[in-house]
Every structure is written in C-alpha cells, then in structure tokens.
C-alpha cells in the first residue's frame, strides 16, 4: 500500500480466490474503463447474429450461387441469414418472381438449412430468415413439407 501510495495509484484487488490474493497497482479509473470497453465489445460481437443478403427478382444463376456461397459460409459461422428479394418499380406486379427466387435459393443450401420465418413482404421486400439446422429427421420432414407447399402454390398460380 506504501508504494501505491508514493506512486499516487490505487492497490486493486485482481484475484481474490487465489492463495495469496493477486493484486496490482494501477489507476483505478482507467482500469474500470478498460472493463467496461471489454463488456462494450462483447456486446457487439454477439449481436451482429443476423446477415442479410439482397437478392432481385431478376438475379442470374451465377450471382444466386456466389450469395447462396457466402450464405453457407454466414450459417457456418452460426449467424442466422436473411434473405431478402429487393422489388424495384413494376416488379411489385410479379411477386411470383421473388418467391421463385428463395424456393431456388432453398433448393441450393439444401439440408443443413431451416427455415425460421416463413417468406413475407415487408413493404416492396420479400424475406425468409434461415437458421443452420440440427440434421434431425424433423427438420428434413419440415423441409420437405415447405418444398411440396411451394410447389403446390406454383402449381396452382399456373
């Protein structure tokens, strides 16, 4: 404490389970600020969960496969992916197009991916959030069941 004291820092109390307790000479202030940024940034990195990945109604094959690619690599990592279809001025009169698109993009991430949130509009955009699935046989009889309903709405808007 003497030497704290001669060095006008504070003595913290860094391990108090350890056999003798650890402790430091530091600026208190500082130190708690340090904590504080550390939290700030643990924060932020569990936050960023969610990627979102703007498709077009229009897009060609190879630009679906290069973001379906990073999707894959998203869902990897353990984030939830958003797929969004982006419409643009009279694209809004074929929303067939945009659910065509993610039943294509689906199909191409296979039976690792489930679908958390069925695809909905939201304003001009159509979007469906995917999770990297379990590999249960429930998930496989739920996908199943989505391609069949999707095939069943193509079928019948024909």
């Known amino acids: 404490m003497e030497k704290a ?8 109390e860094i391990g108090p389970q350890a056999d003798p307790p650890v402790a430091k000479i530091i600026d208190f202030q500082k130190f708690k600020y340090e904590e ?10 569990s936050e960023g ?9 229009r897009i060609a094959e190879h630009d679906l496969k290069v973001r379906l690619d990073r999707a ?4 990897k990592e353990g984030h939830k992916v958003k797929l969004t279809v982006k419409f643009k001025g009279r ?13 294509q993009a689906l199909i191409s991430l296979g039976e690792h991916v489930s679908v958390e949130r069925e695809s909905r509009f939201e304003g001009r955009n159509l979007s469906v959030i995917l ?6 046989k429930k998930d496989e009889q739920t996908k199943n069941q989505q391609i069949s ?10």
């Open 5 to 12: 004291k001669q060095a006008q820092l504070d003595l913290v």
């Open 36 to 45: 504080s940024k550390k939290e700030r940034g643990a924060k932020r990195s």
């Open 49 to 57: 969960s969610l990627k979102e990945l703007w498709l077009s109604p």
């Open 72 to 75: 894959n690599e998203f869902l």
């Open 91 to 103: 694209e809004m009169t074929h929303p067939e197009l945009g659910h065509e698109v993610l039943k």
């Open 131 to 136: 999770v990297k699935s379990k590999g249960g």
């Open 149 to 158: 309903a999707k095939e069943g709405q193509d079928n019948s808007q024909r």
